[in-house]
């Protein structure tokens, strides 16, 4: 792996199915936006003859255009799937978004993967989402390793950067994250700056120059054999200290050469392990070459070090009713079990699932079950159907390359399942099956919207409901109690996205209103109240009157109604009627137009009409009773109160308390969550927080990620109150 030297290979190219799962590997490339993520991934396809020098797909001896890949690509906003052939192995390179805000996308391709690669940019460095990306697939054992991008930079230092990635991804044990080689350098350019020409390998101490546009052979010189010797002496303890043989360290510390053989391989079953990971350099091809510097290093890496799918265990299934099954991982003969990783939709084709296939071979028009969770609190529907499967293909950009068969391991585009969303299950329709869920984060800002025009409200409900079923990150809220349409989403890229895709894929027009929170109203003391509801002009009249008595209840209490006339000063038949027009008036509320909550409502007297007196008339005078009492009483205005528990780490502790308690916010505590960093528990306004999910990642440097959760309502203060009535019309 990595070392040794590789010709340019003959069957490479755009790869399209696979037979066996040792021969498949599936590798997601992680990093923050602009690190390089996409043009690695360009580089990687022209190194694997997937696309040729002019950027443009090979396909069939046609050549069709590359331009929407790469625009797909740069939007870096959505997983995309880029399947090479190399050496005989297909490798499933999975890109993901290096935005926070579609962090969605970055678990998708997690999920899909088997192992990682993490783009680190040598200008910028490892930033904070990086590391808790990095944290993830620790907690998971994914095997990753560390390509080292912008070597062209006049800032770039490799070994200051292998420095920095050492300390930020190798915890207690720095000496597992070490360079396999170390760049070249070639002249100097008039600005001082030399460029990175070639590399070293660090095991075979071989020199492989990229400066021709093709990776070239060679034997290093005297001088670049001392460049490397303290490097090699590092990485070769690193990878004695990952072996499974014991003996090994105390022969080479005993004065014994270690065969290059066995240092190889026991340096392919610590990366695949996910204890040892290695850093590397990359550098995409110049004008008119041929392969991109560490390219074809990087694609030995990923067949020779990284797991097989054999290698991964299947995740959690049960039946739909929840009966646990055992699948045995990765076996093309077993029972299907595949995976929608991603869902899209194309004006042409419809509906395009991208599918990870665990167990079972999958074939076009094949009728399949579709198990999904339903997460209806997001608005998605749940379901359990049966489904007719498309053409299965490989895709590349707007191309598509139609499959006979994708095998356990592999991953495919399926067209035509309608129903099928990001997350469901594939099984076979006489054995449904349901995959454990990967964790979806919570999307924690509010887009409040309408329909543009009669027409957009017309489409909106299908157009909404498609955009949640691409993207189960997005939660779909209608508010009952403010009444308005809400998008939960993870940032402020996230909901550009989610209008973008309603204006233009889904053709509806939308207006952005500002987020409600649901505020309540309650007496701060006892008061009374007298309706009288009496007409009588001509015909049957309404007579109706009313005596109640309002008092303040615990929160948490709701609307309490208490019958206590004497002496039937109000018939029986009516006290009910009373308590139904109380009822709805303290839903529209008394004061500035929010439901009343929280008291006891004491009807105590009133007066009847053998003949006038109705339903009716005793509903109005009951909501007439209420509003008097309203009038001559202190209404507090109260305000939704959440429960908010940041994790954050130490550096930023004092700021974000800071921040919290500029939102009105209490802090109730906080405790140590290891690795550097505190949770922080507060009770903070609702009305403080609506872009809490915006503010805390500028706060945090992206650092810090927060929950939250419906604690109570409680009196707003009376500033802030009366800046509300004023804002309410009639109040």
Not at 189 to 213: E, K
Not at 391 to 409: E, M, N, V, W, Y
Request: one cysteine or more; charged letters at 25%; hydrophobic letters at 40%.
């Amino acid at each position: 792996m990595g070392d040794k030297a590789h010709a340019h290979p003959g069957a490479a190219g755009w790869a399209t199915a696979a037979d066996h799962p040792a021969s498949v590997r599936n590798v997601v490339l992680v990093g923050h936006s602009g690190s390089g993520k996409t043009t690695l991934v360009e580089a990687l396809a022209l190194t694997a003859g997937a696309v040729n020098r002019a950027g443009r797909v090979e396909d069939g001896g046609t050549v069709s255009d590359y331009d929407e890949i790469e625009h797909r690509q740069q939007r870096s906003v959505q997983l995309s799937l880029v399947p090479v052939d190399w050496d005989g192995y297909k490798i499933n390179i999975l890109d993901t978004p290096g935005y926070a805000d579609f962090v969605g996308e970055l678990r998708a391709g997690l999920r899909a993967a088997d192992a990682a690669l993490f783009v680190v940019s040598a200008s910028d460095g490892v930033d904070g989402s990086t590391r808790m990306v990095w944290e993830e697939c620790a907690a998971v054992g994914m095997p990753r390793a560390i390509v080292v991008t912008h070597l062209e930079s006049a800032r770039a230092d490799f070994e200051e950067m292998t420095r920095i990635c050492a300390e930020a991804f190798g915890g207690d044990d720095p000496d597992a994250v070490l360079p396999l080689y170390l760049p070249l350098r070639g002249p100097e350019a008039p600005d001082g700056h030399a460029p990175v020409t070639g590399l070293i390998g660090l095991l075979t101490q071989r020199l492989f120059d990229y400066a021709s546009g093709e990776r070239k052979e060679a034997e290093p010189g005297p001088e670049q054999r001392q460049l490397i010797e303290d490097a090699r002496n590092r990485l070769i303890e690193g990878i004695i200290a990952e072996s499974e043989d014991e003996t090994l360290m105390d022969r080479y510390l005993g004065g014994e050469e270690i065969d290059l053989k066995t240092l190889v391989q026991d340096l392919e079953r610590a990366v695949a392990r996910g204890t040892f990971f290695p850093v590397l350099a990359a550098a995409p091809a110049a004008e008119g070459a041929r392969q991109g510097l560490g390219t074809v290093e990087l694609l030995e890496l990923v067949t020779g070090g990284f797991p097989t799918p054999l290698e991964r265990p299947a995740p959690s299934v049960t039946t739909p009713d929840g009966t646990v099954r055992a699948v045995e991982a990765c076996d093309p003969d077993g029972p299907l079990l595949a995976e929608v990783v991603k869902t899209a939709s194309d004006p042409y084709v419809g509906r395009v699932s991208l599918v990870r296939v665990f167990s079972g071979t999958l074939r076009p028009d094949a009728t399949v079950h579709v198990s999904g969770h339903g997460l209806t609190d997001r608005g998605h529907e749940d379901h359990d159907v049966d489904e007719r499967i498309g053409t299965l293909s490989a895709p590349f950009g707007k191309q598509q390359r139609a499959l006979t068969h994708c095998i356990a391991g592999d991953l495919a585009s399926v067209a035509k399942l309608n129903r099928a969303e990001t997350g469901d299950t594939l099984s076979a329709k006489d054995d449904p099956l349901l995959m454990e869920p990967w964790r979806m984060p919570d999307p924690l800002l509010p887009l409040a919207i309408e329909a543009h025009s009669k027409a957009d409200e017309d489409k909106l409900s299908q157009g909404l409901g498609r955009l949640v079923a691409e993207d189960p990150t997005m939660r779909l809220e209608q508010n009952p109690a403010t009444h308005q349409v809400v998008l939960w989403c993870l940032g402020e890229a996230h909901a550009d996205v989610a209008l973008e895709r309603l204006r233009n894929r889904y053709g509806v027009q939308v207006d952005v209103v500002p987020h409600k929170v649901s505020l309540r109203e309650t007496f701060a003391g006892t008061s009374s109240g007298r309706g009288r509801h009496v007409k009588q002009s001509g015909g049957h009249g309404q007579f109706a009157i009313c005596e109640i008595e309002v008092e303040p209840l615990p929160n948490g209490s709701g609307i309490e109604f208490v019958d206590k006339v004497i002496g039937g000063a109000v018939p029986r038949q009516f006290i009910p009627s009373v308590e139904k027009g109380v009822r709805a008036q303290a839903a529209r509320g008394v004061a500035a137009g929010y439901p009343l909550i929280d008291v006891r409502v004491t009807l105590r007297d009133g007066k009847a009409h053998s003949v006038d007196s109705s339903d009716a008339a005793f509903q109005t005078a009951g909501a007439l009773a209420l509003r008097e009492a309203a009038a001559d009483a202190r209404i507090h205005l109260l305000e939704p109160v959440a429960e908010v528990s940041v994790l954050v780490g130490d550096d930023y502790v004092g700021a974000v308390m800071s921040d919290l308690s500029g939102r009105r916010g209490r802090v109730v505590g906080t405790e140590q969550a290891g690795g550097g960093r505190t949770l922080v528990r507060a009770e903070v306004p609702e009305i403080e927080i609506g872009r809490y999910a915006v503010d805390l990642r500028s706060i945090s440097h992206g650092t810090a990620r927060f929950d939250r959760h419906y604690a109570r309502h409680e009196p707003m203060p009376q500033q802030i109150a009366e800046r509300i009535r004023e804002r309410t019309p009639d109040s």
